[in-house]
């Protein structure tokens, strides 16, 4: 199984970007996803998360801006960015909980490079 994360860029303030996240490879099923993100010195913070179902769920910093979605039989998660700030540059990356054959883990993309930017 793999997770892949991609989707980032160089993008002035006020743009937009859309981040992909997809499992490849011997899946049965993708569970909770989530996105997180990550600048040097600092911990790893979650942004947004999704259920199968669809249920979301948002940090105050992403909320109005960003829109988790997925399409189950694609295994892929997007993550839309609209109204970029300075401060959202960051490296992002996706964590999924993947269904293997009869066993459940948890991967995580390699992480995409987001830059907000004049």
């Known amino acids: 199984v793999q997770l892949q994360a991609f989707g980032g860029g160089l993008v002035q303030p006020g743009g937009s970007l859309r981040l992909s996240c997809v499992a490849s490879?011997?899946?049965?099923?993708?569970?909770?996803t989530e996105w997180y993100r990550q600048t040097p010195g600092n911990l790893r913070e979650l942004v947004a998360g999704?259920?199968?179902?669809?249920?979301?769920n948002y940090a105050d910093s992403a909320k109005g801006r960003f829109t988790i979605s997925r399409d189950n039989d694609k295994n892929t998660v997007w993550l839309q960015m609209l109204n970029l700030k300075v401060e959202d540059t960051a490296v992002y990356y996706c964590?999924?909980?993947?269904?293997?054959?009869?066993?459940?883990?948890?991967?995580w993309g390699q992480g995409t490079l987001v830059t907000v930017s004049s």
């Open positions: 964590k999924a909980e993947v269904q293997n054959g009869i066993m459940w883990n948890g991967y």
């Open positions: 999704i259920t199968y179902g669809g249920s979301t």
């Open positions: 490879g011997s899946v049965v099923s993708v569970s909770a």
